[in-house]
């Protein structure tokens, strides 16, 4: 009776040893997921930023085009979108301090 008695309470050692392996390992997979999910979210910023940066880029040129082109009224709007844009920020800054 004692050695069947010793082979359970074995038994159960080794599988509360077991569970707390499954669940290490469960939290390790959790880890691994949220990583990869951290990851995708890195990615699909990155390809925004790089998505505006080429607008940018490409609106700078168009805006130094029309300034380069000399006309009065392209000029006069150049000048109001810089005045827009300073105006802008300023008004943003005032609402952080």
Avoid: C
């Amino acid at each position: 009776m004692s050695e069947a008695y010793e082979r359970e309470r074995q038994n159960n050692s080794r599988l509360e040893e077991l569970s707390s392996k499954v669940s290490a390992l469960r939290g390790v997979t959790v880890d691994i997921y949220d990583n990869a999910r951290n990851h995708e979210i890195i990615d699909s910023s990155n390809e925004v930023f790089s998505s505006m940066s080429m607008s940018i880029k490409n609106s700078a040129g168009r805006i130094t085009r029309m300034a380069g082109s000399g006309n009065k009224v392209a000029i006069f709007k150049l000048a109001a979108m810089i005045v827009g844009v300073v105006v802008l920020l300023w008004w943003i800054w005032g609402f952080f301090v």
